[in-house]
């Protein structure tokens, strides 16, 4: 008896990553978010996820600068735990629904943190979309690296 062949596709979203993550073996650089450009090298599948996810934050630096970064990816959303039934523990996994479709804002209760927005969306690399706020929006890596250099002609005075 032949059976029929079921097809599971998972989600699929933008990633990118502001820092590669440390380990000279996993090879990121190709994610990086100052060279997002919705292109195939940035689709990832999401086994784990029903829900594709944008952060959005930003820094204020030095004399007023604001530096706006953006990150994609599948949204988290894997619990994993160890059930314990008769006598013996064996691991188990879901996938939870914490999050509801839209965007929001955290509310730093007085503490100075970075302010930052998740937008969470359920369709194929939805998480595409360009940063809401486009007036002087700018690379968060390009920025740090002249505010740094530009740290380092000063020293050198």
Not at 79 to 103: A, F, R
Not at 114 to 127: A, E, G, H, S
Request: charged share 25%; net charge negative.
């Amino acid at each position: 008896m032949e059976y029929p062949v079921l097809e599971v596709s998972s989600l699929q979203c933008y990633q990118c990553l502001i820092n590669p993550p440390p380990g000279q073996y996993y090879n990121t650089t190709k994610r990086l978010c100052m060279h997002f450009d919705n292109s195939d090298k940035f689709i990832v599948d999401c086994p784990f996820s029903t829900m594709c996810m944008k952060r959005e934050f930003h820094l204020d630096v030095q004399n007023g600068v604001r530096i706006t970064g953006v990150l994609r990816d599948c949204a988290t959303q894997k619990h994993e735990y160890h059930d314990y039934k008769d006598g013996v523990w064996s691991p188990k996994m879901e996938i939870l629904e914490p999050y509801e479709e839209g965007c929001t804002h955290t509310d730093d209760k007085g503490e100075r943190t970075t302010p930052t927005r998740y937008c969470y969306c359920r369709q194929n690399l939805c998480n595409s979309s360009p940063n809401s706020n486009h007036e002087g929006y700018t690379d968060i890596m390009g920025v740090i690296m002249v505010f740094n250099l530009m740290k380092y002609i000063n020293s050198l005075r």
